[in-house]
C-alpha cells in the first residue's frame, strides 16, 4: 500500500515486481551457493547434504562441498579478504547494538530511580546480562532463557 501510495497503481505494482524478481532470483542464488555447487539441485540426483561422490570426480558429483554458513557464503563470494571485512562489519554492528542497548538501559532506569547514576545502571546491566551467558554454557540452556524472555514479552503486551 505504501509503494503504491507514493508511485501510484502502475509505478507501485512496477516497484513490487521488480523488488519480487530480484528477491526470488537473490533466493535462486543463494540457494545454489548453499547447495555448494552453480548448478540447480534438481541435476543431482542425491541430498544435496550427504553427497557419496567426492566433489569433483565425476561430471554428476558436485564441484564443491555444500555451503553451511554465512561466512562461507562471503568467503564464496568475495574471498578471504571479503569474508574478513564482511565479518568486521558484522561484529562491529552486533557491538554497536549492545553498547546502544546498554546505554538506553541506563538512561530510562535513571529516569525511574534518579538516586542512582545512569553509569551505575549500565554496569549493572552489563553484570546482569553476562550471568547467564557464563552460567548456561550450551546453547540448549540458553534457549530456556529465550524462552522466558519470549514469555515475559508476550505477558508485557497482552
Known amino acids: 500500500p505504501y509503494s503504491c501510495a507514493k508511485a501510484g497503481i502502475v509505478g507501485g505494482t ?63 563470494a568475495f574471498g578471504y579478504w571479503g569474508a574478513l571485512i564482511l565479518a568486521i562489519v558484522l561484529y562491529f554492528e552486533l557491538f554497536s547494538c549492545v553498547c546502544i542497548f546498554l546505554v538506553s538501559i541506563g538512561d530510562h532506569l535513571h529516569t525511574l530511580f534518579p538516586h542512582i ?17 557464563v552460567l548456561l554454557r550450551t546453547a540448549k540452556l540458553l534457549s530456556y532463557l529465550s524462552m522466558v524472555g519470549t514469555i515475559s514479552t508476550v505477558c508485557v503486551v497482552g
Do not use: H
Not at 519480487?20 to 541430498?47: A, Q
Not at 547514576?117 to 551467558?133: D, E, K, R, T
Open 14 to 76: 512496477c516497484a513490487l515486481l521488480v523488488f519480487g524478481f530480484i528477491c526470488w532470483k537473490t533466493s535462486i542464488l543463494i540457494g545454489r551457493e548453499l547447495n555448494g555447487d552453480p548448478r540447480p539441485s534438481s541435476y543431482f540426483d542425491d541430498s544435496p547434504w550427504k553427497t557419496p561422490l567426492q566433489p569433483g570426480s565425476v561430471p554428476e558429483a558436485r564441484m564443491r562441498k555444500p555451503i553451511s554458513s554465512f561466512p562461507d557464503i562471503a568467503r564464496e
Open 117 to 133: 547514576s545512569a553509569a551505575n545502571f549500565m554496569i549493572g546491566c552489563c553484570f546482569v546480562s553476562a550471568i547467564p551467558i
